[in-house]
Each structure stands twice: as C-alpha cells, then as structure tokens.
C-alpha cells in the first residue's frame, strides 16, 4: 500500500528525479526527468547517467563530490550542469543520496536535480539592477547615504562625500555618523558652528538630532567656503537612515536675490512720492504705499481688502470705475489729471496713471500710481499768466508808442513852431506878439511835462500785486476823497458813499483807482448843476461791485472802450477840462492786476456810471478768477 503511494509521488514529483546502480546506469526515471531533459523514458533506462550532464567535468566533479563525501548515505547538494537531448544546458542543484541494501551495502543513488537556472537567472538581474543602481548613484549630483540602525554608514555616493568636505576622505563603510559630522565640524566645515564654543557643541548635537529624528523635513544651512546645504533624512521600514545632502547654493543665492529685490521694490515703493495702491482684478485693494495711505488718512490694513473705489471720492467713482474698466491688453494704461480738494481746504493736481496688468491676455490685477504735480500745474498756470501778461504789456508798449509819440509831438510842433514864429519877429523887428508866443512856449513845454510825468506814472504801475491784503473799500474812498478835498470842495459837489464791500487786494493802488473815478466824476460836472456823485457798493453771487456815478457831462457810449486807453480824451480843450487822458487807463491797469474789470455802464444817461468788478476769494493766482482780456 506504501509503496504505491511512494510510486504516485515519485511519478508526480514535479522535479526530476533519477536512480542509478553502483555502476552509474539509469535503473530509473520520473516523468519531471523525461519532460525536462526531452527523452522518452526507454532512450535513458540503461543508459550511464554521464548523459545527463552538460560536460564530462561536471559529471567529474559531481563523482568528486561523492567521494569527498565518502560516499556515505548523507545527502549532499552541489550545482552542475546538465545536457537536454535538444543539446541546451541549464544549471541545477543536485541532491544525490545513496541507497543502502537490507545489509547496509551500496545499491546505487537517487537524485533529484533541481533546476536553478531561473533563480540564477534572478539573481544576475538583481546584480544587473544594483550595477545599475550604483552608477544612478554615483551620477546623482545629491549626495546619498544609507546608515544602518546602530548609525554606521552602509551605502554612500560620490556626491555625499564630496558634501562631506573635510570629513570625506576619510569616509568608510561601518563609520558611525557622528564621526562623520565631527570631523567634517572640526575642519571648519560648518560656518554656522564656532570649533570649540558650545554653541559649536550644541550645533553637533541638533544636527544628530534631525538624524535621529527625521521628519522628512528638509533644513537648510550653510556649509563649505560660502555654500549651502540642504539635509533631509528618512527612516526606512528596515531601521535604516536614508540620508540626502543637496548643495543649494545657486537656489539659496536666486532666493537671496529675489528677497533682496523684493526689498529694493519694497523701499523703492514705499520712499517714491508716488501714492500707490494695487488691485486685484475684483477691485480690492490689496496694496497701499505709505504715501497713499497718508493721502486718504487710512494705515495700510485698514485698506488692503477694502473695494478700491470706496475710497475714491463719490464724484469720482464712476469715472474712476469706466476708466479701469475700459484697460485691454492692447490700452492697458489711462493716464488723467484730477484736481482735488483737500479737507483743510488746500487743493492738489494729482497726475493719475492706471495700468491694469495682464498675463497672457488674462487680467491679473491693476495698479494705479498718482503722482502729485501740484506745483508743475502752478508753474504751467504762472508761466501761462506770465505770458499773458508779457502780451498784455507787449500791447500796451504798442499802443503807448503810437499815443505816445503823436501826442508828445503835439507840444513839440507848438514849441518849434512859436520859435519859428519868435525868430521870425525879431527879425522883422515887430517884438509886440513876442509875450504871447513866449507864454505859449511855456504852455507847451507845462503841457509836455506833465505829459512826461503821467506817463511815468501810468508805467510805474505794476501788474503784479506784492501785497495783497483784505481792503475795505470804505476807508480806500475815504482816503481818495480827502485827498480830492480842494477840487470837491471848488466844485461845490456832494459827494454820497454807500455801504461797500471789503475786497482783496494792493490798499494803496485801490486808493489811485478811486480818486481817478470820483476826480473825473467831479471834473466832468455840467455848468450850472452841482455835481453829485455817488459811490456805492455791490455784492452779487461770486463778484464783487464799487459803483461810481455822476450827474456831469457823461460820456458818448462810442467811445465806451476807447476812453480807457493811454491820452485819449474827449475833450481836447484843456481850458475847459483839464487832463492828460492817463488817468481812466491808469484805473483799468490797476482792476486787471485785481483780476477785474471796468466798464462804462452805457445803460446810465443821467451821467457816467462806472462799474468796477473784484471776483471774491481773489488772490496771487488766477484760481476762481476771470481775467479781464
Ligand atoms: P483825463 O481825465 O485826464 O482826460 P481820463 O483817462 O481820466 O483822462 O479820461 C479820459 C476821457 O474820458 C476824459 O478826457 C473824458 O473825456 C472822459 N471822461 C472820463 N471820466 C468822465 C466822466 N465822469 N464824465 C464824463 N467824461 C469822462
């Protein structure tokens, strides 16, 4: 019954199994041997085992093995190899015992040949892919090591013991790692630790700290002449340390720079007078420049997440809105001037540039940058008022020449003529017209002085204004009166001052302009009538008025604009109204420097009216004012 169970396992056995007698003759074989070797079972009963093997050596060497063995019953292993009919060869383990008769004596042997080619061949791939591995690791430019569980060094590349600086010629296998950091510590290798200090001390032991506890993290510190390292450990599965060193000084140095650079834009940005906020493409504010902050009276966190438009003035916001709306990749930038009231009451020009920022046609944000140009603005408005001014003088010189040399002839015809005239008589002899034309001569040359003087007069009157100060127009007509005192009181003329406005201005030159006014009110008064004049005042909606009106003589109103210019007079005989014909020009150089107006008011025929305007909240600059061109 045993024995037929032995037979189905012999059969079945899945490895090839063979006996031979004494002699090395095939008595027996399994089918494992007949399907591996590729005989039929008769072509090997019979046959001398030495055709199983690949060479005559191998089936030497198994004979040799048997008799080192001494030829016992012991089992013995041993590889060799083997011959198929087919003629390939593959390698296999050969457990041979030797078979004992009732009496102890040699039967023969049995073997089973167990094929390790497929193992062998494993193990060549295995060899093959740490080949590969190891020259991987030499080529890596990180340094990698493995260190075993007691801490000693198994595996390490090139890369690690170049980062291993002082320590790495000394490197071996089995070296524990806290050997490694302190030579690599003693020769200076590590800038961050003073050799000697015990900060040095403690440095050696953080760093067998994150060895001994690695978290996967990676820290980073420098190392070598000026270099930085980055350390990550690992714990394997196994109790190993998986070690990785990773020179990162090019990163490190580019992380450097970059952070230098974001500080120079930070203090650029923060130290340029520039107010300057960015946006993000929703329109919250995710940046404010001190500046900026300061202008709106708000720190920086109280803006940043705040919608940007609000806190641009309500008047402002559409505006503002379509503006940033209206940025495309191809117009990404608006650039517009705002003039802005302040709350103190100060103004300010801000030059305003928007710019949204686009990335590959997306919009990414938006930055606006304003620029104060406040005095640039003045500057612009004071050359423009300058310029003006130059014309306005330009003009004036024109005219002046022209008048001027007509009107200073005049005399001079009268005085060269009555010479004439003068040498003409003593000649003949007949001196009796000689007083009259003497007294003429005077005359002319009286007449050319004064000529002369109101000329300079009129050209000494600056347009600029250095003082300005409030005037109470009351006390500049009370001056002007007193000083009219004679000619008022010659004439016989009432003069009547209503209530009148305090205006901003030059005191003195104001005084000029009312005396010019209510002088000529007096002086063209009509034969027979006593001459009233009425000065009064004026308020009306941003302006100003000094009103001056008379019942005299009044004036053509032809010659409503004519009469302001320098010597013209309407009336040439000076033995009625005496004059020069500078003293309404004077009036209209002195309202223009006030940034006024004068006119002759037409619409009056009881006499001359005339109407001076100041515009209110008058100053140095023409803001608010209308000019009087
Ligand atoms: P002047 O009085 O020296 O002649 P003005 O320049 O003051 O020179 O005046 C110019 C001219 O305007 C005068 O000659 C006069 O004909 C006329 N005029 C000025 N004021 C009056 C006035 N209140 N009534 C009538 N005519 C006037």
């Not at 009129?458 to 600029?464: D, K, T």
């Not at 030059?506 to 007096?522: H, T």
Request: proline share 4%; charged share 25%.
């Amino acid at each position: 019954m045993q024995d037929h169970f032995v037979r189905a396992l012999y059969e079945t056995f899945p490895e090839p199994v063979v006996m031979v007698d004494t002699a090395k003759t095939i008595l027996s074989v399994n089918q494992a041997t007949l399907q591996q070797f590729g005989y039929a079972e008769d072509e090997l009963l019979g046959q001398h085992v030495r055709i199983l093997y690949a060479t005559e050596q191998d089936y030497n060497s198994c004979l040799n093995k048997r008799s080192m063995d001494g030829n016992t019953g012991a089992v013995s292993d041993s590889v060799y190899g083997y011959r198929r009919k087919d003629d390939t060869v593959f390698s296999a383990q050969l457990r041979s015992t030797m078979v004992s008769g009732p009496d102890g004596e040699n039967c023969g042997f049995v073997g089973v040949i167990h094929d390790i080619s497929n193992i062998l061949k494993l193990d060549k791939a295995r060899q093959d892919a740490s080949k590969i591995l190891d020259t991987a690791l030499a080529a890596i430019p990180e340094g990698f090591a493995i260190f075993d569980h007691e801490e000693r060094l198994l595996v390490y590349n090139e890369a690690y013991r170049r980062v291993c600086g002082p320590a790495g010629p000394f490197l071996r296998l089995g070296m524990p790692a806290e050997e490694i950091i302190q030579i690599a510590f003693a020769g200076g290798h590590y800038p961050e630790a003073k050799i000697g200090s015990a900060a040095g001390r403690e440095w050696i032991d953080n760093r067998m700290f994150d060895f001994r506890n690695p978290t996967g993290r990676s820290k980073v510190f420098p190392y070598g002449d000026g270099r930085w390292l980055r350390v990550e450990n690992f714990k394997t599965n196994d109790g190993n340390t998986v070690v990785i060193r990773i020179d990162v000084t090019e990163l490190k140095e580019t992380e450097m720079a970059l952070r230098r650079q974001q500080l120079e834009y930070y203090t650029l940005v923060q130290n340029i007078p520039d107010l300057i906020t960015r946006i993000s493409k929703d329109g919250v504010v995710t940046f404010a420049n001190d500046h900026y902050c300061r202008f709106v009276g708000k720190t920086a966190e109280e803006l940043v997440g705040t919608p940007f438009l609000d806190i641009v003035p309500v008047a402002d916001r559409a505006r503002v809105a379509s503006v940033l709306e209206s940025l495309t990749p191809d117009t990404p930038l608006a650039v517009g001037e705002q003039h802005r009231i302040l709350p103190d009451g100060s103004d300010i020009w801000l030059l305003w540039s928007n710019m949204a920022v686009f990335d590959n046609e997306m919009l990414m944000e938006y930055v606006t940058v304003g620029r104060d140009i406040t005095m640039q603005k003045r500057q612009q408005e004071r050359i423009a008022r300058q310029s003006s001014e130059l014309q306005r003088k330009n003009d004036a010189l024109n005219q002046f020449t022209g008048t001027v040399s007509h009107d200073l002839k005049a005399p001079l015809r009268h005085i060269a003529m009555f010479s004439d005239m003068i040498n003409d008589d003593i000649q003949s002899g007949s001196l009796e017209e000689l007083p009259g034309y003497a007294t003429h001569l005077r005359q002319s040359a009286r007449r050319m002085d004064r000529l002369i003087e109101s000329l300079l007069d009129y050209s000494q009157i600056a347009y600029q204004i250095g003082n300005w100060s409030p005037v109470p127009l009351s006390d500049v007509v009370a001056d002007a009166i007193l000083n009219l005192d004679s000619l008022i009181r010659d004439a016989g003329a009432k003069i009547e001052v209503g209530a009148l406005p305090v205006v901003r201005g030059d005191a003195e030159l104001l005084k000029r302009l009312a005396q010019n006014l209510i002088g000529n009110a007096v002086k063209y008064r009509r034969a027979g009538v006593q001459p009233v004049v009425r000065i009064l005042g004026e308020s009306r909606d941003d302006t100003d008025y000094l009103h001056v009106e008379d019942n005299g003589i009044g004036i053509d109103p032809r010659f409503a604009s004519k009469i302001f210019d320098v010597f013209q007079r309407l009336h040439r005989d000076e033995s009625v109204y005496q004059g020069t014909g500078i003293g309404l020009a004077l009036a209209k150089r002195i309202v223009e420097s006030h940034n006024g107006r004068i006119e002759l008011d037409t619409s009056f025929t009881e006499g001359a009216r005339f109407s001076v305007a100041f515009p209110k909240n008058n100053s140095t600059g023409k803001e608010g004012a209308w000019t009087a061109d």
